[in-house]
């Protein structure tokens, strides 16, 4: 990965621009009410960015083959989905014995705000130490990455089914039972129990970043890397919190306290 200096929220420094390189790896995410609920968070989850660069959702047209200096070719069937600093479509490899289908995200190249950049070096060290962490995989796997056409960074990453928000919505009263509430609750404190293992703080913790599975409907994974920071230096030692105003990240109806007060966030948090 070739890119400028870049501060621990993802946003580019001095530098040639970010992008993402190809590696070709072979390794193994009422309708008004809810719509402007879901704006509301959007509006706020990206209150600090937003006013670094307006971004829209990168456009690919059905049957566009997406690849990377030669590599893997993602071949776009639809799309499943857009948000503030990208969209999300569901693809497969051209050639491939199998037809499996997988979720490519995709951002633009020239966004000042690189958040697949941080994305990918969550799941990098999620899945360098995969059989160190605590029980079962709770994350989707990174697939492929790159650069495309001078128009977007993308990576691919395994499907996982709907999130945790969608399924609620679903519910009669828009509310789990009680006995879902707790089983809920256990598996998505393990998903980000996974994170901080390997250093990570995710820092945007709510229900429609967290997904059951695709096929596995018992699983939770926990998804949307973007806003994530690491906490600990490259010897293990924990980094010093950085005072005064770091900004807010988030989104404000889930964020804690100390999060509302713009100061660092930890685990605990």
């Known amino acids: 990965m070739a890119d400028g200096k870049r501060d621990d929220d993802g946003k580019k420094g001095g530098g040639e621009r970010s992008v ?5 790896g072979k390794g193994p995410q009422a309708v008004q009410g809810r719509e402007q609920q879901q704006q509301e968070d959007a509006n706020t989850n990206t209150e600090m960015i ?12 059905i049957g566009t083959v997406v690849s ?8 776009v069937l639809s799309r499943l989905g857009s948000g503030a ?13 199998k037809e499996e289908k997988y ?16 994305e990918v070096q969550v799941y990098q060290a999620l899945m360098a130490k995969a059989g160190t962490t605590q029980g079962k995989r709770r994350y989707p796997l990174l697939i492929d990455k790159g650069a495309w056409n001078n128009q977007c960074n993308y990576l691919v990453m395994s499907l996982v089914g709907p999130s945790l928000e969608d399924l609620r919505r679903k519910r009669p009263n ?16 393990a998903a980000i129990v996974q994170m901080h293992l390997v250093g990570f703080l995710h820092r945007d913790i709510k229900p429609a970043n967290f997904s059951i599975g695709h096929m596995d409907k018992n699983v939770i994974y926990i998804l949307d890397f973007g806003m994530a920071r690491c906490f600990v230096r490259p010897d293990g030692v924990l980094k010093r919190p950085r005072a005064g105003n770091i900004g807010f990240r988030g989104t404000a109806k889930y964020a804690s306290r100390i999060g509302h007060k713009h100061k660092e966030l930890c685990r605990g948090d």
Do not use: C
């Open 68 to 75: 990377s200096e030669g590599h893997r070719k993602w071949h």
């Open 85 to 97: 600093f990208g969209a999300v479509y569901l693809v497969e490899e051209e050639g491939a014995k």
């Open 20 to 24: 993402i390189k190809g590696d070709g």
């Open 103 to 118: 979720a490519l995200k995709a951002e633009r190249l020239s966004a000042q705000v690189q958040m697949l950049a941080v």
């Open 174 to 189: 828009n509310r789990f039972s009680m006995g879902t509430a707790l089983i809920a609750a256990k598996k998505t404190l």
């Open 50 to 61: 937003s006013r670094l660069e307006p971004m829209e959702a990168i456009a690919l047209d």
